[in-house]
């Protein structure tokens, strides 16, 4: 019987002499194991890989290719050539079963790996381009709100376990919160499945899945944002006014102008119009679309810019810790949440849009005031008066009421 050659030690040694005699990567194939190949690097780092055609039954699963070829990585760099060649013919039997050796090993690394240790894996990998503020972020939403996942595998997490995960946060209300949580998770699974850790469709993904598990959230005005009766208003104002500094400050103006937290922490000096009492406000939402919005100020409103401008130190009205930047998005509501638990920064929007009615202002003016859209496609091409003037006499009559 003719002797089968051997791919030895010496073949590698080979490989790697031209590539660093060339200074290229030389690739060389195993021909004593099939579908094996040696990566020789210029540095004399080397790499074995697998390539095979994927078998029928799994094509399509990872995503449309050109071709249904692909290649996995059979053990660390510099791996001996024995122990590759050995992988190597475990994977060819798979194939000759029909099985994909790359789902396997996803597999096999989805019932070892657990989600704590997936959740540390992923942060450390997007520390280095993340904020310090945004790891801390991170880490309470993984660890925190995902602790009931912490000890599963990955193989183990399911989108009825994420439900359940989350599910406290989502009946006391938090919607927003167990939202930013969910997709937290489904970023972290998304890289375990990059990085072959798991397989499978992500059981943290909304659309189509987890959507179903929870129940449906209201979109009404003062169900979604927790608000508070408009009678109530002036006494918490009292309140609100014992504290000191930019948050209570902001606050109030977001109160007496009734625009959306967001806007009011983004505002800057440039878009106050001093003599005309008039807030510039770029890009407002309105229903689907973003256009500047013009909202007149109060003599209480404007009092509060006075202040403000003694102690500005940036172009930002409300600023934060750091100079070039303005305030958190939840500063004010942890100031809130200490003032008077389950109310929302948003929910004055649904008080004042409350007491408009109370005193019976003009239904569309109201609207106005609140930045929405008050009428249809047609009726618009013709309607571009933002009726300011109209609109400042309830935007004062709304800030005395509150005190």
Known sequence: MPRTRKFTERHVAEALAKAKRTGKTVEAHVFDVPRLYLRANPDGST??????????????IRGPRKQNVTEIHVGRPGIKLNRAKEAARQYNEWLIDGRDPLEIMSHKRAEEMTFVQLAEQWIDHNKSGWSPKRVQDARNLLLKHGEPLADLTLIQITPERVHSALAPLWKADHHDQAQRARLMIERALDYAKVKRLRAGENPARWRGNLVHLFSKRQHVAGLHHGSMPFQQVQAFLRE????????????????????????????????????????????????????????????????LLKRQQ?????????????????????????????????????????????????????????????????????????????????????????AEFCG
């Open 310 to 398: 003694e102690r500005a130190v940036s172009d930002f009205i409300f600023t934060g810790n750091r100079r070039d930047q303005p305030l958190a998005e939840r500063t004010m509501y942890f100031l809130l949440r200490t003032i008077v638990p389950g109310v929302t920064v948003h929910g004055f929007r649904s008080s004042f849009r409350n007491w408009c009615a109370h005193t019976r202002q003009d239904r569309d003016l109201a609207e106005l005031c609140l930045g929405h859209t008050v009428k249809g496609q047609t009726e618009g091409a013709y309607w571009t008066d933002d009726m300011l003037e109209q609109r400042r006499p309830i935007m004062q009559a709304w």
């Open 47 to 60: 790499r074995f890989l697998h390539r095979y055609t994927i078998p029928k039954a799994y094509r399509g």
């Open 240 to 303: 609100l006014r014992t504290h000191r500094g930019s948050v209570a400050a902001a606050l109030e103006f977001a109160i007496l102008t009734a625009c959306r937290s967001s806007e009011v922490l983004k505002a800057r000096w440039s878009e106050v119009d001093w003599d005309q009492k008039i807030w510039n406000v770029p890009n407002v939402l309105t229903q689907t679309i973003k256009k500047r919005f013009r909202t007149p100020l109060s003599d209480r409103a404007i009092e």
